[in-house]
């Protein structure tokens, strides 16, 4: 038997999700600043950031086919693992910020509110 994650098209993103996203994205900002000149730790910090809010948006069901969403999405987070100290900014903060704004703005155009 396989579980499968159920979403609705017109609010995958609620506010309720959204206000638990991204304080654990400044957590991990949070984090990233501590760490920001260990070496691979941060990288492994950076990485596990990453990879844990792709698969949160993508059990919400949000989408990264849309260019302007995973531009801004991994360009920004890609673009914190690359640069040094640039990780001391909450770039990861803004990133899920700007993608939860984005797909709610798609929900409500779905809705035709």
């Known amino acids: 038997m396989q579980a499968s994650v159920v979403t609705s098209p ?28 260990s070496g691979i730790l941060q990288h492994f910090v950076a990485l596990l950031s990453f990879l844990t809010f792709w698969f949160w948006f993508m059990l919400l069901g949000v989408s990264f086919s849309k260019i302007d969403r995973a531009v801004t999405f991994f360009g920004i987070t ?35 509110i």
Request: proline letters at 5%; a positive charge; hydrophobic letters at 55%.
């Open 78 to 112: 890609m673009a914190e693992m690359m640069l040094p100290l640039v990780n001391l900014l909450p770039m990861l903060s803004v990133a899920v910020f700007l993608t939860i704004r984005s797909a709610q703005k798609e929900n409500r155009i779905r809705s035709g």
């Open 10 to 37: 017109s609010n995958r993103v609620t506010g309720t999700t959204s206000w638990l996203m991204l304080p654990a994205a400044a957590l991990f900002d949070t984090a990233q600043i501590v760490v920001a000149f």
